[in-house]
C-alpha cells in the first residue's frame, strides 16, 4: 500500500489573486510533475483562480518537461481571461526561462527583482517583496514624552 503524497502547493487567496507556493524542492521526477499539475489544475478548473502567482522560492531543480507544462498551464490561464506569474526564482532556473524565451509568454520574477513595471499582481507583490520607500514626506509623528526624572 502506497502512503498518500503530500501536497506539493500551500495555496493562499489574497483577494482575486491565488498564491501557490510549490514545496517541493526539485520538479524532476514524472510522479512529483504530475501531481503538482493536478493540483495546480485544479485550483484553475475550480473556477476561482483566475490571477496564479506561482512561488518558487524553495525550487532548485526543474526539468525541460516542467516548463512545457508551466506553458501549458498558461494557455489555460489565458483561455479563461487568467494570468500566470511565476515569482522568487532561483538564478539558475531563472536563465532557464530566459532562454527558452519563456519570458515572453508569463511573468517570471527572480527572487532578488525588486521592479514591477506594470504594477503588482493583484497588489499582492509587497507581500512577496518589501515596498520600496516612496519620495512623499510621509506624516509626522509626534514626539514621545519627555522621560520622568
Known amino acids: 500500500m502506497t502512503e498518500p503524497r503530500q501536497p506539493l502547493l500551500q495555496v493562499e487567496a489574497v483577494g482575486d489573486v491565488t498564491i501557490a507556493q510549490v514545496v517541493e ?6 510522479a512529483s510533475l504530475q501531481a503538482l499539475m493536478e493540483e495546480l489544475d485544479r ?3 475550480s473556477g476561482g483562480c483566475r490571477t496564479l502567482l506561482l512561488d518558487f522560492a524553495g525550487v532548485e531543480f526543474l526539468t525541460s518537461a516542467a516548463l512545457l507544462q508551466l506553458v501549458r498551464l498558461n494557455q489555460k490561464l489565458v483561455r479563461v481571461k487568467g494570468r500566470l506569474q511565476i515569482v522568487n526564482v532561483q538564478d ?10 519563456l519570458t515572453n509568454y508569463f511573468r517570471v520574477r ?5 521592479g514591477d513595471e506594470d504594477g ?6 509587497s507581500r512577496l ?11 509626522a509623528l509626534p514626539s514621545p514624552p519627555p522621560e520622568p526624572e
Open 25 to 30: 524542492r526539485s520538479i524532476v521526477d514524472g
Open 43 to 45: 485550483l484553475v478548473d
Open 92 to 101: 539558475p532556473i531563472y536563465e532557464l526561462f530566459l532562454v527558452t524565451k
Open 110 to 114: 527572480r527572487g532578488t527583482d525588486r
Open 120 to 125: 503588482e499582481v493583484g497588489g499582492v507583490g
Open 129 to 139: 517583496i518589501p515596498p520600496r520607500p516612496s519620495d512623499s514626506p510621509g506624516v
